[in-house]
C-alpha cells in the first residue's frame, strides 16, 4: 500500500510529520506514517540517498555481524518472502541493495530531500508546532518531529597533532571515500574495534604494507561466515513466523536463544567444551550469550571466556611478542566482536603491530605516523576506524529547543537521557528512533518495534484530537533508573567503550542503553499503551518563559 498524501491534516503546518534520517529507522517511520496512516510526510537526510549506515560505511570488508536472516524487516510478509542472500552474514552493498529496494517498494524517496542537514528545531509552544531548519536556510513546521539520526552515525575522528602537515591521504570508515584504491600501498589504520576489524582482514592481502596502531587489545571469536543455500534461505522463510515471535521475545534478537546455563554450575572442562562449540559454530553474541547466561555478568564465568580466546591467540599468532600486545588486559564486557581469522592477519610479513597504548601516537609529519618512542612510520594512507559519538553524537550536533527553550545539550549534559529510548520530558511530540535509552540489540527489530509504538502513539493523538503528548519527567527519570540498575547488574559498565560513552575524551559517562533485552522492553512498550499512556502528558499547558 503506497499513498503519497500531499493535505496537511495539522492547521497552519507545512507537514503533519517530519522525520529526520534515511537509514532503516526514518524509512521506516515514512512507511507507517506517510503510507499506513495517510500523514503528510516530510523527510530529510544529509546523505546522497537512503541507506544511513549503510551509505556511509562503504569501508573494504564492511559486513553485518547479525546474521542474514534477521538483519531485515520483519513487518512486511512478501518483502520477507522475495528476500534473498548469499552467505550466513550481509555485505555492505547488499544491505545497501536491501534498504533501497525498501524504498522502491513503498516510494519513499519521494518524501525525502537528501544532501540537506537538519541544523535546528524549535517547538513553539504557542502553535504547538516542530520548527525545522536546514542547513541550506530552509524552514518546515510540522506537528511531530521523529528523529532517526542513528546511534553509530557521528563520526568520532581524533585530533592529533600535525594532521594538517601529513601529505598522504586520511579516510574514516564511516564517511568512506567511493572507489578508494589502496591496493600497492603502504597503509596505517587507527582503531581495532568491530570497524577496524573487518578493514583489516579486508585490506591485509590488497596493500603493500598494513600498519595497524591498536590502543586496546580485543576479544575476537571467528564469525563463522559461510555461503548459505537456497534450501536454508527457504528453511527460514517457512518458519519465518516462529522465528520472528522468537526474536521479538528475545533477550539480544540475535535469532538465536540465550542461554540459561550458569558457566558457575559446571566444571572449568566443561565451560571450554561450550565455548570450543561456540567458536567453531561462529558469531560475536552467540559466543558471550549463547554459551552461558552469565558470561556478560559473573566475573568469574567472563574470565573463563577470556582467557579460552587468550589461549586460541596463543595458538594462532606465531610471534610471541605480537600474541603478547594482542591479548586484552581488561574484561570481556564490550559489544562482542566477531570477524574470519582475525589473530591470523598477524602472521603475514606485510602486516606488523603498533601497540599505541604502551608507545602512544605523538604527532602525524608530513610522511606518516610518529609515536612517543620517536618511531616514525611511513605512510601513504591513514584510516580511521576511530568509530563514532554514539547514541547522542547526532542529537548535539543540532540546536534542539524543547518547552521554554530549553536544548537538548542542556538537558544532556551530564549524558543523554531518554524514556523508552524514544522521548524526552519538554520535548513534546518529538520521538527518537533509538535514542538514548533505548534496548542494546540486533537493532532492526528494536527499531521496528519502535517505530510501531510510535505511529500507534500518532494514531491515538490523532484519533482522539489531541495536541500535544510529552513524558512525565518522574516517568523519564523512573525509566533511566532502571537502565541504570540493569546495567550494573552486568559487567559492561566496567569495561571503556562506546556503550557508555568513554570513547569520547570529556564525554560524561552515561548508561545509554536498556540491556534488559527486547522481550522485555517490548513488554514495557505494551505496558505503556494498555495503561491509556498513563506516564504521557496530554495537551499539557505552555510554559513559556
Ligand atoms: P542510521 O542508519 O545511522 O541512519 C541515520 C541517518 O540520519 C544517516 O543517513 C545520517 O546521514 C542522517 N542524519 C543524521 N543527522 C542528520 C541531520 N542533522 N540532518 C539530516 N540527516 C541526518 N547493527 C546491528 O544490529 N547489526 C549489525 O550487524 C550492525 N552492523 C553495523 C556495522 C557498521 C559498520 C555500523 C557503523 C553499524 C552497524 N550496526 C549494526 C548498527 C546500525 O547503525 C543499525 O543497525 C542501523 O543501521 C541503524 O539505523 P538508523 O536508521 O537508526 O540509523
Ligand atoms: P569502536 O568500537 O569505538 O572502535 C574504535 C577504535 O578506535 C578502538 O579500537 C579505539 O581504541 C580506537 N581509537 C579511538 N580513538 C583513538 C585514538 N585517539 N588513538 C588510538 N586509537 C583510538 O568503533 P567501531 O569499530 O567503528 O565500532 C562501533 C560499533 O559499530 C560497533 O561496536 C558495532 O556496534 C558497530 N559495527 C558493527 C560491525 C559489525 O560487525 N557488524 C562493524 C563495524 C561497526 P580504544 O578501544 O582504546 O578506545
Known amino acids: 500500500m503506497i499513498s503519497n498524501v500531499t493535505a496537511t491534516k495539522t492547521h497552519g503546518a507545512d507537514f503533519d510529520a517530519i522525520v529526520v534520517g534515511g537509514g532503516f529507522g526514518g524509512l521506516y517511520a515514512v512507511h507507517k506514517l506517510r503510507n499506513e496512516q495517510g500523514l503528510h510526510v516530510k523527510a530529510y537526510d544529509n546523505a546522497s540517498d537512503v541507506g544511513g549506515t549503510w551509505h556511509w560505511n562503504r569501508y573494504p570488508g564492511a559486513l553485518s555481524d547479525t546474521e542474514s536472516f534477521c538483519y531485515r524487516f520483519s513487518f512486511d510478509k ?15 552493498p547488499e544491505i545497501l541493495e536491501y534498504l533501497n529496494g525498501v524504498a522502491d517498494r513503498f516510494d519513499l524517496r519521494s518524501s525525502y530531500q537528501f544532501n540537506t542537514k537538519i541544523v535546528s528545531t524549535r517547538f513553539d509552544e504557542a502553535t504547538g508546532l516542530w520548527h525545522v531548519l536546514t542547513d541550506k ?27 594538517d602537515k601529513y601529505r598522504g591521504e586520511v579516510y574514516h ?60 534461505i ?5 518458519n519465518y513466523d516462529a522465528i520472528w515471535q522468537q526474536i521479538k521475545g528475545s ?22 567444551r561450550v565455548f570450543e562449540e561456540a567458536w567453531q559454530r561462529g558469531g560475536g553474541f552467540r559466543f558471550m550469550f549463547e554459551t552461558f547466561t552469565d558470561v556478560a555478568t559473573s566475573h568469574d564465568v567472563n574470565a573463563s ?25 581488561d574484561l570481556y564486557a564490550k559489544r562482542p566482536l566477531c570477524a574470519t581469522d582475525y589473530y591470523g592477519v598477524y602472521n603475514r610479513k606485510n602486516v606488523s603491530l603498533a601497540d599505541v597504548k604502551e608507545d602512544p ?25 576511530t568509530g563514532f559519538d554514539a547514541v547522542d553524537g547526532n542529537y548535539t550536533k543540532i540546536d534542539i529547543h524543547g518547552r ?50 510510535i505511529a500507534e502513539a500518532i494514531a491515538t493523538m490523532e484519533a482522539d484530537g489531541r495536541s500535544t503528548i510529552e513524558p512525565t519527567q518522574a516517568a523519564e527519570d523512573e525509566w533511566v533508573e532502571t537502565c541504570r540498575t540493569i546495567a550494573n547488574m552486568t559487567l559492561f559498565p566496567k569495561a571503556e567503550s562506546w556503550i557508555f560513552g568513554a570513547n569520547i575524551p570529556g564525554k560524561k559517562n552515561a548508561v545509554m542503553f536498556y540491556l534488559g533485552g527486547l522481550g522485555n522492553y517490548r513488554d514495557a512498550l505494551q505496558a505503556v499503551r494498555e495503561s491509556g499512556y498513563d506516564s504521557m502528558i496530554f495537551d499539557r499547558e505552555a510554559v513559556l518563559t
Not at 512478501?78 to 542472500?85: F, R
Not at 527457504?234 to 517457512?238: Q, R
Not at 601516537?361 to 576506524?385: K, M, P, Q, Y
Open 234 to 238: 527457504d528453511n527460514y522463510k517457512a
Open 137 to 163: 536556510g530552509e524552514s518546515a513546521s510540522a506537528k511531530y518531529l521523529i528523529t532517526g539520526l542513528g546511534l553509530l552515525s557521528a563520526i568520532n575522528k581524533p585530533l592529533f597533532a600535525g594532521i
Open 78 to 92: 512478501e518483502l520477507l518472502d522475495q528476500g534473498s542472500w548469499q552467505s550466513r552474514y550481509l555485505t555492505q
Open 305 to 329: 571466556a577470556a582467557n579460552f580466546i587468550k589461549r586460541k591467540i596463543a595458538k594462532i599468532v606465531k610471534d610471541p611478542e605480537i600474541a603478547r600486545k594482542l591479548m586484552p588486559g
Open 404 to 453: 521554554g527553550g530549553v536544548t537538548i545539550r542542556e538537558k544532556w549534559a551530564d549524558g543523554p537521557l531518554g524514556y523508552l529510548g524514544m522521548m524526552e520530558a519538554d520535548f513534546p511530540n518529538m520521538f527518537m528512533i533509538l535514542g538514548p535509552n533505548g534496548p542494546f540489540t540486533n537493532l532492526p527489530p528494536s527499531l521496528e518495534s519502535q517505530v510501531d509504538w
Open 251 to 272: 533477550q539480544v534478537a540475535f535469532g538465536f536463544a540465550e542461554s540459561t546455563t550458569s558457566g558457575l554450575e559446571v566444571s572449568e572442562a566443561e565451560r571450554d
Open 361 to 385: 601516537i605523538t604527532e602525524f609529519t608530513a610522511n606518516g605516523v610518529r609515536l612517543a618512542s620517536g618511531i616514525e612510520h611511513e605512510l601513504d594512507v591513514v584510516i580511521f576506524a
Open 173 to 232: 570508515t564511516g564517511a568512506w571515500p567511493e572507489g578508494a584504491d589502496l591496493s600497492g600501498k603502504r597503509v596505517g589504520i587507527i582503531g581495532t574495534g568491530s570497524t577496524g576489524v573487518q578493514v583489516i582482514i579486508a585490506l591485509a592481502p590488497v596493500v603493500q604494507h598494513l600498519t595497524v596502531f591498536q590502543r586496546s587489545a580485543q576479544y575476537v571469536v571467528p564469525i563463522g561466515n559461510w555461503p548459505e543455500d537456497t534450501e536454508t
